[in-house]
């Protein structure tokens, strides 16, 4: 029987076109391709089908593009927060400077705003590009939330694949990307809700909260349905079992899972030309979905299925209280 004090969250990134190309390294990213309403169309179909309202992270660019304001009116439309997802979705925000961290949100949010949504109250860091500077950002700024954290690892091994298989990009691109999907001292975060401590202006405590985007509990490999749908290419009985298996770890461990999802997840090669070296772009759009039916499913079954700045407010005040991590102590990443 579902225990309705345990909650769970999902979330989209919505990266467009144009940021893939951009970060595979191909030239043709500058013309910003966009495929935003026909991922609209897909995520009104999906969402609605399992009753979710999810968080939809946007870049600021995008909002500010003539598409812009009608992909924000949809996701309102359909009762998504709409949260901040950098302005130019650079997976290097850890390289910035604290004023450039500072700029880049608030011209997001700036934009966001222009294009009909709220102020947003929550963030996530493309490519999970997280630093020390980036919190003490968002608190300065007045952020409810953080959903940057990805304790796996994994990254640095799909990184060095990355780099590996992308031989066009040049010195100064590669430099650039030497961060990508995270550190190896990320696998040592938490993975259930936690909050960021740092000084405020009068040197007392200021905390935010962190909703990491979940992985396998104890295993540490990814969850996330991005990653699930690349298993069903190879057996969907191993992805079926894969699913079932880490939300039952999930329950044992008290974690509360917050999935996310990717555009990619929910278009297929037609809609999305020239990303054929994405994972899981050789699979149809009903084995996606078949996918995503089963996790969304199987999460309704055993949790309360919210957005991402409902599940922070769920969890804030027992991550405050309980998990807290001091983040002047930590390095850059």
């Known amino acids: 029987m579902k225990n309705r004090q345990a909650v769970a969250s999902v979330s989209l990134d ?75 979705h650079e997976p290097w925000l850890h390289l910035y400077s604290p004023q450039q961290l500072r700029d880049e949100l608030k011209r997001t949010e700036d934009a966001i705003v222009a294009a009909g949504a709220p102020k947003p109250r929550g963030f996530r860091a493309p490519g999970f590009s997280m630093s020390p500077d980036l919190m003490r950002a968002l608190v300065e700024l007045d952020y409810d939330y953080d959903a940057s954290v990805l304790a796996t690892w994994i990254g640095p091994l799909a990184r060095q694949y990355y780099l590996r298989t992308n031989k066009d990009l040049t010195a100064e691109e590669r430099e650039q990307r030497k961060g990508l999907f995270g550190a190896l001292s990320d696998v040592a975060l938490p993975n259930k809700g936690f909050a960021w401590k740092a000084a405020g202006n009068d040197g007392r405590p200021i905390m935010l909260t962190e909703i990491p985007v979940t992985v396998f509990p104890m295993a540490r490999v990814p969850m996330h349905a991005s990653y699930v749908i690349y298993l069903s290419g190879y057996s969907m009985p191993v992805a079926k079992a894969y699913v079932k298996a880490s939300l039952t770890a999930c329950r044992l461990t008290g974690t509360e899972p917050s999935l996310l999802l990717h555009p990619l997840d929910l278009l297929d090669a037609g809609d999305a030309p020239g990303l054929q070296f994405f994972p899981g772009m050789n699979l149809s759009l009903a084995r996606k979905r078949e996918v995503l039916d089963l996790i969304l499913t199987e999460m309704k079954a055993h949790y309360t299925v919210l957005n991402l700045a409902e599940h922070a407010r769920a969890t804030a005040l027992r991550a405050t209280a309980e998990r807290h991590i001091d983040v002047l102590n930590r390095g850059r990443e």
């Open 14 to 88: 919505a990266d467009n076109l144009w940021s893939y190309k951009r970060t595979h390294g191909d030239a043709d990213w500058v013309d910003r391709p966009s495929y935003l309403m026909a991922l609209a169309g897909r995520m009104q179909e999906f969402f609605s089908a399992h009753q979710i309202k999810p968080s939809v992270m946007v870049v600021g660019s995008d909002a500010a593009a003539a598409d812009g304001p009608d992909f924000v009116s949809a996701l309102l439309e359909m009762g998504c927060e709409v949260g901040n997802h950098s302005f130019e």
